[in-house]
């Protein structure tokens, strides 16, 4: 704990650096240089992947082959900023809105701690600073593409998130499954436009993608096993008519999310038959295009146990809580599918700070002093489990 006090304000130095230049998915070019200065002043090699991802090393000196490796993220999101501190996003409509700052600077954290004592263990922690968490395909697949879980080969992977509804000085751990699948929809109704004060000449596509957005909440409420989590939303509707214009065409997007991959299949094949079958039998057509997205996430439940019990000699079990399961997604999952992983919510909330919003909101912040934690308990983590038989 002293080591991770002893660097906390740098820590949340860069965070405010990194969240003051927030750079989007797949453009994190400054992003990933700061990730590779830093390394370099501790005398950590790296090496670039995935075009601005960065893969870097740290050796214990003690023998063992043991491998282990730490995720962050790097990118931020199309969202303007609404707070006013000092080390608010200086790039327009551009945010950390999800902290993938925090997560950055925390990982930098905690590769200093693990330089400073690696005399102390054996074994080896590969830290992962991913780009493109938030947009498909995710920076995770194109890392695993491109060799990041080989040469070497990690036993597991672990990383963390920022969750603004866990106090700060809180973790949230659960095994199993955690976070939703994500897929994409993108709909295309077609009809046939004309004035609105004449609809017996036109095929309504509003009516049609209306009924259509209706209909298939059927998927989750009547087709879906209760028991298993299931989400469909629209948020986007664009029809480009006028008050007394009926449009020729609406598009819609959506996002449907699930934790079974059996019932997400056949749930792709339901949605399409039922939307285009409403539109047919409306008069007009439907275009329905499922981007597969990321895959859902799931805490190996040995090593999930293990972190659990290394977060409560870190922490005290009175600081460790079950976030339930959160149909959100993470591209995090790309590796749970491939390799025994952990992913723990670190809390940041602070009520007396009026520090509560939402992830993906323009007034979303954290408790700086969770950045003490944040690097403290991974280093903690990363030892014990090296050290584990």
Aim: charged fraction near 20%; include cysteine; proline fraction near 4%.
């Amino acid at each position: 704990m002293q080591l991770a006090k002893n660097i906390h304000q740098t820590v949340i130095n860069n965070r405010r650096h990194l969240h003051a230049h927030p750079e989007l998915s797949f453009k994190e070019y400054n992003t990933s240089a700061f990730v590779k200065a830093r390394l370099d002043e501790m005398g950590i090699s790296w090496k670039a992947i995935a075009n601005t991802g960065v893969v870097a090393i740290v050796k214990g000196a003690l023998p063992s082959d043991k491998v282990i490796a730490l995720r962050a993220d790097m990118d931020a999101l199309p969202i303007t900023e609404a707070n006013e501190a000092e080390y608010a996003s200086q790039h327009e409509g551009i945010m950390h809105a999800c902290g993938h700052d925090a997560h950055t600077s925390s990982l930098l954290g905690t590769a200093h701690i693990l330089q400073s004592v690696k005399n102390k263990f054996g074994g080896t922690v590969k830290l992962i600073f991913q780009p493109a968490e938030e947009k498909l395909p995710g920076g995770a697949s194109l890392m695993i593409e491109e060799g990041v879980l080989e040469n070497p080969r990690p036993h597991c992977v672990i990383g963390q998130h920022v969750m603004p509804s866990i106090e700060c000085g809180k973790i949230g751990i659960r095994k199993g499954k955690l976070m939703a699948s994500m897929d994409e929809l993108l709909v295309t109704v077609k009809g046939k436009g004309g004035h609105g004060a004449q609809p017996q000449q036109n095929v309504d596509p509003v009516l049609i993608a209306s009924h259509i957005v209706i209909a298939l909440q059927q998927i989750v409420s009547r087709m879906a096993n209760p028991n298993n989590p299931t989400v469909l939303s629209f948020g986007k509707l664009m029809a480009d008519g006028a008050v007394n214009v009926i449009p020729d065409t609406v598009y819609m997007e959506g996002t449907f999310r699930t934790l079974n991959e059996s019932w997400r299949n056949e749930a792709h094949i339901q949605i399409k038959k039922m939307a285009t079958g409403i539109a047919e039998s409306m008069g007009g057509s439907c275009d329905f295009i499922i981007n597969r997205g990321y895959p859902f996430l799931i805490n190996e439940e040995k090593l999930t146990g293990q972190v659990d019990v290394f977060a409560e000699e870190y922490l005290g079990k009175e600081n460790i809580i079950d976030p339930g399961t959160w149909m959100a997604s993470e591209d995090f999952a790309y590796y749970s599918q491939l390799a025994d992983s952990c992913f723990y919510f670190l809390g940041v909330g602070n009520a007396q700070k009026q520090i509560h919003s939402a992830l993906h909101t323009p007034t979303f912040d954290i408790d700086e002093n969770a950045l003490a934690l944040s690097t403290g308990l991974m280093a903690y983590i990363a030892i014990r489990q090296l050290e584990n038989k």
